[in-house]
């Protein structure tokens, strides 16, 4: 076994192979930038080597860099994690000449898979079914344009070394063809320094649906069950979860049984991942292969019981698997959610800032027998930069059938606290309410269409309005009272607290009388029902658990001027609890209309302005490219809402612009 093990990344992902390395008692090292000095993978591993600038291409993805930490601590072995260096041959390749085990697949391997064109040929001739689509490099926008034009639209413009979603568009016509072929070609370029781009035909209706397999240096390969990845937003996963609701056990098979024979075609070992678009009828068709760990075999390991690290590191030390194709049993079911350092509010673009308040759920068994698993590389008071992927962490829950784990993850999503940047939690919270989602009906255009319009939160029906205005009237009871027992006043009154107060939330006005006591009491509101109300809420105490009608449920808490900033299972509202007098008095006061931006680009996210493509005076039309900021390695492309002609352009190209600072403004 290896004595000790240099991490060749960063983030979560580090942490996740530090923890497996403890439990094998191998040392561990990390590699860091100048952005990740204070990481949390830095203070876990047992040494801790600097590499570069922030850059990852200053840093992470330089292979001599990562060669020259690895003799400075004599590491022995090498585990890549996801990204940046972990399909890299090169990278393998040059391990291999260095003496030092590389805990991954072997360079033929990954030299293969890792291109997606002749991934698809091995695909073929291995009996793999596989998507239409061309092969072929693609030289210019124009060819882009006339390939997807024969294919049929719509098609999907990919990065042959691509992955994570990025150097990855869908077009529906010649237009978009040439667009997102530039795109595309500038983003793999950015992120993997390999910008060749294949097309190959979209399947519409689609699901993701990929394989998880594992095998030896002995010849011994197997499967270990499938991972539902639909719900994806710019090809990047957003929930995944094993098993899949939607395959049979015959298909499963099917898949797996091929999935296997692609790795045994490329002599693979370690774990990897076959990926499949699945349609309707449950015809699958070949993705690509991951040569490495996913980020999200959180959820096979809590539904098969392995450590898919731990597998890694003894495969790549030289032993056999210790069980066969017989011996794997999927037991209950786990979805993973990805907490991303992206606004939903302002179409899931990149945030970026200090973490003022980051508090995950308790994780491990649950009192009602569910598990909840939190992979993070994060910490309170950690920053998150612009310069890597916007991850936060992976929660995770386990339960013995996919209501009961669907169940736990809203529960942990409430009971998870993040503050001081943008994120998409209350997103993740509204998806696990959907009746859609929670009868498995999953497509990868999921979130396209249960969210067209974007996500500006979840509206609460009259029962969730009224538990929220519940719990108002007892946190502003007890308020008013600790209020009350202030000394020092003038003339040191003792004030009266009444029992009579009008609610406002979500453009709905409650009337409701508290009778309330320290050990709780009862709501009754005038237009409906009583609710008996208890809490372990104090004032100060941003999350706390009500239990309403003896249900438990965990609500944010925080004060909004003179209000209430409630939040519980994707609602976000502030609630004003007034006395009647009040109240009616509020009523009487004129509300100030919002600022008028409708003229004025403004930079929707922290980012870099790498192009801008119009200048004072141009006349464009809605839809015409207007700049593209990058940000976390991702180009977005600013479009004209409406026609309009150019006043004025505030910026350069290369300027860094702060969210809602003004690119330009129209006439």
Same mark, same amino acid.
């Given at each position: 076994?290896?004595?000790?093990?240099?991490?060749?990344?960063?983030?979560?992902?580090?942490?996740?192979?530090?923890?497996?390395?403890?439990?094998?008692?191998?040392?561990?090292?990390?590699?860091?930038?100048?952005?990740?000095?204070?990481?949390?993978?830095?203070?876990?591993?047992?040494?801790?080597?600097?590499?570069?600038?922030?850059?990852?291409?200053?840093?992470?993805?330089?292979?001599?860099?990562?060669?020259?930490?690895?003799?400075?601590?004599?590491?022995?072995?090498?585990?890549?994690?996801?990204?940046?260096?972990?399909?890299?041959?090169?990278?393998?390749?040059?391990?291999?000449?260095?003496?030092?085990?590389?805990?991954?697949?072997?360079?033929?391997?990954?030299?293969?898979?890792?291109?997606?064109?002749?991934?698809?040929?091995?695909?073929?001739?291995?009996?793999?079914?596989?998507?239409?689509?061309?092969?072929?490099?693609?030289?210019?926008?124009?060819?882009?344009?006339?390939?997807?034009?024969?294919?049929?639209?719509?098609?999907?413009?990919?990065?042959?070394?691509?992955?994570?979603?990025?150097?990855?568009?869908?077009?529906?016509?010649?237009?978009?063809?040439?667009?997102?072929?530039?795109?595309?070609?500038?983003?793999?370029?950015?992120?993997?320094?390999?910008?060749?781009?294949?097309?190959?035909?979209?399947?519409?209706?689609?699901?993701?649906?990929?394989?998880?397999?594992?095998?030896?240096?002995?010849?011994?390969?197997?499967?270990?069950?499938?991972?539902?990845?639909?719900?994806?937003?710019?090809?990047?996963?957003?929930?995944?979860?094993?098993?899949?609701?939607?395959?049979?056990?015959?298909?499963?098979?099917?898949?797996?049984?091929?999935?296997?024979?692609?790795?045994?075609?490329?002599?693979?070992?370690?774990?990897?991942?076959?990926?499949?678009?699945?349609?309707?009828?449950?015809?699958?068709?070949?993705?690509?292969?991951?040569?490495?760990?996913?980020?999200?075999?959180?959820?096979?390991?809590?539904?098969?019981?392995?450590?898919?690290?731990?597998?890694?590191?003894?495969?790549?030390?030289?032993?056999?698997?210790?069980?066969?194709?017989?011996?794997?049993?999927?037991?209950?079911?786990?979805?993973?959610?990805?907490?991303?350092?992206?606004?939903?509010?302002?179409?899931?673009?990149?945030?970026?800032?200090?973490?003022?308040?980051?508090?995950?759920?308790?994780?491990?068994?649950?009192?009602?027998?569910?598990?909840?698993?939190?992979?993070?590389?994060?910490?309170?008071?950690?920053?998150?930069?612009?310069?890597?992927?916007?991850?936060?962490?992976?929660?995770?829950?386990?339960?013995?059938?996919?209501?009961?784990?669907?169940?736990?993850?809203?529960?942990?999503?409430?009971?998870?606290?993040?503050?001081?940047?943008?994120?998409?939690?209350?997103?993740?919270?509204?998806?696990?309410?959907?009746?859609?989602?929670?009868?498995?009906?999953?497509?990868?255009?999921?979130?396209?269409?249960?969210?067209?319009?974007?996500?500006?939160?979840?509206?609460?029906?009259?029962?969730?309005?009224?538990?929220?205005?519940?719990?108002?009237?007892?946190?502003?009871?007890?308020?008013?009272?600790?209020?009350?027992?202030?000394?020092?006043?003038?003339?040191?009154?003792?004030?009266?607290?009444?029992?009579?107060?009008?609610?406002?939330?979500?453009?709905?006005?409650?009337?409701?009388?508290?009778?309330?006591?320290?050990?709780?009491?009862?709501?009754?509101?005038?237009?409906?029902?009583?609710?008996?109300?208890?809490?372990?809420?104090?004032?100060?105490?941003?999350?706390?658990?009500?239990?309403?009608?003896?249900?438990?449920?965990?609500?944010?808490?925080?004060?909004?001027?003179?209000?209430?900033?409630?939040?519980?299972?994707?609602?976000?509202?502030?609630?004003?609890?007034?006395?009647?007098?009040?109240?009616?008095?509020?009523?009487?006061?004129?509300?100030?209309?919002?600022?008028?931006?409708?003229?004025?680009?403004?930079?929707?996210?922290?980012?870099?302005?790498?192009?801008? !493509?119009?200048?004072?005076?141009? =006349?464009?039309? *809605? &839809?015409? /490219? +207007? @700049? #593209?900021? $990058?940000?976390?390695?991702?180009?977005?492309?600013?479009?004209?809402?409406?026609? !309009?002609?150019?006043?004025?352009? =505030?910026?350069? *190209? &290369?300027? /860094? +612009? @702060? #969210?809602? $600072?003004?690119?330009?403004?129209?006439?």
């Amino acid at each position: 076994m290896f004595k000790k093990i240099l991490i060749a990344n960063r983030g979560e992902i580090a942490c996740r192979v530090i923890k497996t390395a403890r439990k094998l008692g191998i040392a561990t090292v990390a590699v860091y930038s100048d952005a990740d000095r204070d990481a949390m993978h830095v203070r876990l591993a047992d040494e801790a080597v600097h590499i570069g600038p922030s850059p990852s291409s200053q840093s992470y993805i330089v292979i001599d860099k990562i060669l020259e930490a690895i003799r400075k601590t004599g590491a022995d072995a090498v585990h890549p994690g996801y990204g940046f260096l972990s399909e890299n041959a090169a990278f393998a390749e040059a391990l291999e000449k260095e003496g030092v085990a590389f805990i991954g697949p072997p360079v033929k391997a990954i030299e293969a898979m890792g291109d997606k064109i002749t991934s698809k040929k091995i695909a073929a001739k291995a009996g793999v079914s596989t998507v239409p689509g061309h092969m072929g490099l693609i030289e210019d926008a124009d060819e882009a344009a006339r390939i997807a034009s024969s294919i049929g639209f719509p098609v999907m413009i990919k990065a042959s070394a691509g992955g994570g979603g990025k150097g990855m568009r869908i077009a529906w016509n010649e237009r978009e063809a040439r667009e997102g072929f530039q795109s595309s070609k500038n983003e793999a370029k950015s992120s993997f320094g390999d910008d060749r781009i294949f097309i190959e035909k979209f399947v519409t209706e689609p699901r993701h649906i990929e394989i998880q397999v594992l095998g030896d240096k002995h010849g011994n390969t197997l499967y270990l069950g499938e991972r539902e990845c639909s719900i994806q937003r710019r090809n990047q996963k957003v929930i995944e979860e094993a098993p899949s609701p939607f395959l049979d056990e015959t298909t499963r098979r099917a898949m797996g049984e091929q999935a296997v024979a692609l790795a045994r075609a490329v002599g693979y070992h370690s774990a990897g991942t076959v990926e499949f678009i699945v349609d309707g009828e449950r015809n699958f068709y070949f993705l690509e292969m991951n040569t490495r760990l996913q980020v999200e075999h959180p959820v096979t390991e809590l539904v098969t019981g392995l450590d898919l690290v731990e597998q890694m590191i003894r495969v790549a030390a030289g032993e056999k698997l210790a069980f066969g194709q017989g011996d794997v049993k999927l037991e209950g079911w786990a979805i993973e959610s990805r907490l991303y350092a992206e606004d939903p509010y302002r179409n899931f673009l990149p945030s970026i800032g200090r973490l003022t308040r980051y508090r995950p759920p308790a994780e491990g068994r649950q009192d009602d027998g569910t598990v909840i698993r939190n992979d993070t590389g994060v910490f309170e008071g950690g920053e998150i930069s612009m310069y890597y992927d916007p991850m936060i962490a992976k929660l995770c829950t386990w339960g013995p059938d996919r209501a009961a784990s669907v169940a736990a993850m809203a529960e942990a999503l409430d009971a998870f606290e993040v503050e001081g940047i943008g994120h998409n939690l209350p997103f993740l919270s509204a998806v696990m309410q959907q009746d859609r989602f929670r009868e498995g009906r999953l497509t990868t255009a999921y979130i396209a269409e249960e969210f067209a319009d974007g996500f500006h939160g979840v509206v609460p029906d009259e029962a969730s309005a009224m538990k929220l205005a519940a719990i108002a009237v007892t946190i502003n009871q007890a308020l008013q009272e600790r209020a009350s027992r202030v000394s020092g006043t003038i003339g040191n009154p003792r004030r009266v607290v009444g029992h009579e107060w009008m609610v406002n939330l979500a453009e709905r006005e409650f009337q409701a009388t508290a009778d309330l006591s320290a050990d709780g009491g009862c709501i009754r509101f005038a237009d409906g029902p009583a609710i008996s109300v208890a809490s372990d809420w104090l004032p100060g105490r941003t999350l706390a658990t009500f239990e309403l009608d003896n249900r438990p449920i965990n609500v944010k808490v925080d004060l909004a001027g003179t209000g209430l900033r409630l939040r519980w299972r994707g609602i976000d509202v502030v609630a004003r609890v007034r006395s009647p007098r009040v109240a009616e008095l509020a009523r009487l006061m004129p509300k100030k209309p919002p600022p008028d931006t409708s003229k004025m680009l403004l930079c929707p996210m922290p980012g870099v302005v790498t192009s801008i !493509a119009v200048k004072a005076g141009d =006349a464009v039309e *809605a &839809g015409q /490219s +207007l @700049a #593209v900021v $990058e940000a976390m390695k991702m180009e977005n492309i600013l479009r004209a809402e409406k026609r !309009a002609t150019v006043k004025r352009v =505030a910026i350069a *190209a &290369g300027a /860094s +612009l @702060a #969210v809602d $600072e003004l690119i330009m403004e129209f006439e």
